[in-house]
């Protein structure tokens, strides 16, 4: 009974947190030689510049998984804006500029949580969607969707890296010279 409780607790220190993951099946895979888009995100969450933290560890993520070029599009924020907007207007502008700019293939996503839960242990939780799209006619070609909660100790940027990762990694991305992940 011991050895059984024993397995059980150190399982459970083990175990990195919960992750919940979908995704399209595999398609076309995409070559990492190209110029890729990381198009603004969308932020439904309460909790002001989560996407602008998403995007910017997306794009790390994408360029250590082997894409070679990341282009984002420019932003231009008034003064008299205190916070972006939810990131729909920013979307908008920054898929114009990707087919304005000939670019194939555009990454976008939404930031559907990333907030501590309320409570003693105040748990970190992060939920994102990610799109990968062909343009001009915006075809998606993969989509992928996860959730993550983290242990106390936890920030949530690294819940959200995380979990960014897990996405990332069931992109179908070719590496140059080599065989898709």
């Known amino acids: 009974m011991k050895r059984l409780l024993l397995t059980l ?3 459970v220190m083990i175990l990195p947190g919960c992750t919940t993951l979908k995704q399209t099946e595999r398609a076309t895979i995409i070559p990492a030689d190209k110029e890729w888009a ?13 996407a602008e933290r998403a995007e910017a560890i997306t794009q790390a993520l994408l360029y250590a998984g082997g894409v070679q070029k990341v282009t984002m599009p420019p932003q231009e924020l008034k003064e008299e804006e205190i916070l972006p907007d939810r990131g729909t207007g920013r979307y908008r502008q920054g898929l114009e500029w990707a087919k304005k700019q000939g ?3 555009a990454v976008s996503g939404t930031v559907t949580e990333w907030r501590y ?3 003693l242990d105040g748990e970190p939780v992060a939920g994102m969607t990610l799109l990968l799209l062909e343009l001009p006619e915006g075809k998606v070609l993969w989509s992928g969707s996860a959730g993550r ?9 690294s819940v959200a890296q995380q979990l960014l990762q897990s996405l990332v990694d069931k992109m179908p991305i070719q590496a140059t010279g080599g065989p898709s992940k």
Do not use: C, M, Q
């Not at 990381?38 to 989560?50: D, I, K, R, S």
């Not at 909660?149 to 940027?157: E, I, L, P, Q, T």
């Open 9 to 11: 607790l150190l399982a």
């Open 38 to 50: 990381l198009l603004p995100f969308v932020n439904n969450t309460e909790t002001p510049y989560a």
């Open 103 to 105: 670019i194939r293939y």
């Open 117 to 119: 839960k309320v409570g």
């Open 149 to 157: 909660s983290g242990w106390s100790r936890d920030a949530v940027s």
